[in-house]
């Protein structure tokens, strides 16, 4: 028995599902994970916030997660409220969701590879066409190529990625404003590793007043080390909450999950503590990489992309045989790398030598 015996829908045959490997290996640096454990006096908040909810378990959690959305606008800032925010069980829901009001079958989304992988996955799940455009073969991304690749396929949904996964670049703000000026459609913006930024980047945020197609997610699951928590949001107009919950499972967010994201937020500050300490670890990796040759790409996130001059899939293997778990997004000739611990880095580039 194969899923092909099964009457699985046409357009989902000889997909495969999104999937990072989850081995049981010393040194993890492959799903940009927070290197960091939840500190203890963050893990006694969640516990009693959670504990909070027990007795009420037999009730439906608040459908709207009103609490949480004001927390999350408290956070952001950009004077944003709690009807500008809208939560989910990750980024990746709440981008299932707005491609579940906005794309479907008949309609396109556009992205601008290589990005994050995920996109296109959801673009698929929810009968979407996606349409593959392309970065310049240094990963950069200019307006005018943007505007030409947008005008051209006039999409109903553009994703940007802002810093971009694999290559870890902030995009040039201009990119952005350009894209809003032609698209004809929503224009989602991917800000997940926004919090590891480099100074001076700016966040898509504050173009929201002024232009209402425009939607920026964020997530706990990287900066906040919060990946096991899963809480994913987004920021737009008042009226794009209206349109996910048309959408929206009724209760998708549990309790839990809401007492445990509230209590991460009030004690934001001792989780985002650490955030320098992997900028720091970032901005020695790229350092030294190029140092010893490689050619880099720019990050502005928790993780480097590099070039290994040759088959990644080998210098991928023989890393993971001393200790060191990488990712191959699947771009010929590169690498990316999670900036972890001062220790973790040590063991990747003592690897790598
Ligand atoms: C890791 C990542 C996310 C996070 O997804 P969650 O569902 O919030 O865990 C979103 N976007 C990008 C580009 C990522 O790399």
């Known amino acids: 028995m194969t899923i092909d015996d099964l009457p699985i829908r046409d357009d989902l045959r000889g997909t495969s599902p999104y999937g990072a490997p989850q081995l049981e290996v010393a040194v993890r640096l492959n799903t940009n994970e927070h290197a960091f454990a939840v500190p203890d006096e963050v893990v006694d908040a969640i516990a009693k916030a959670v504990q909070a909810e027990l007795r009420d378990l037999n009730r439906y959690p608040d459908r709207d997660a009103a609490a949480l959305r004001a927390d999350l606008a408290d956070y952001l800032g950009h004077g944003l409220t709690a009807a500008n925010l809208w939560a989910a069980n990750g980024s990746n829901e709440v981008q299932q969701q707005l491609l579940q009001a906005f794309g479907g079958p008949g309609r396109t989304a556009l992205g601008f590879g290589p990005s994050y992988s995920m996109h296109p996955i959801l673009a698929a799940g929810t009968g979407t066409r996606w349409i593959g455009a392309l970065r310049d073969p240094d990963f950069g991304l200019t307006p005018a190529d943007a505007v030409a690749q947008v005008e051209q396929h006039r999409p109903d949904l553009v994703f940007l990625c802002s810093p971009n996964n694999p290559t870890g670049t902030a995009l040039d703000p201009a990119v952005i404003d350009a894209v809003l000026a032609v698209a004809p459609g929503m224009v989602l913006v991917d800000e997940a590793y926004f919090e590891y930024a480099r100074p001076g980047t700016r966040s898509a945020l504050g173009l929201l007043p002024g232009h209402p197609r425009l939607v920026v997610t964020r ?124 220790a973790e880095t040590d063991a990747f580039l003592g690897a790598l030598s």
């Open 219 to 342: 997530t706990m699951s990287k900066a906040f080390g919060f990946a096991g928590g899963r809480l994913g949001y987004l920021a737009a107009d008042p009226a794009v909450v209206d349109a996910v919950q048309l959408v929206r499972l009724p209760y998708h967010l549990s309790a839990l999950t809401q007492a445990a994201a509230r209590a991460a937020l009030a004690h934001r500050d001792a989780l985002l503590a650490t955030v320098d300490a992997i900028k720091e670890q970032r901005d020695r990796i790229v350092a030294e990489l190029r140092a010893r040759g490689f050619r880099v790409a720019d990050s502005d996130a928790n993780f480097v992309l590099f070039e290994v001059g040759g088959d990644q899939r080998t210098v991928w293997r023989r890393l993971l045989d001393n200790g060191v778990l990488v990712r191959d997004v699947g771009l010929s000739g590169w690498l990316r790398v999670t900036a972890g611990t001062p």
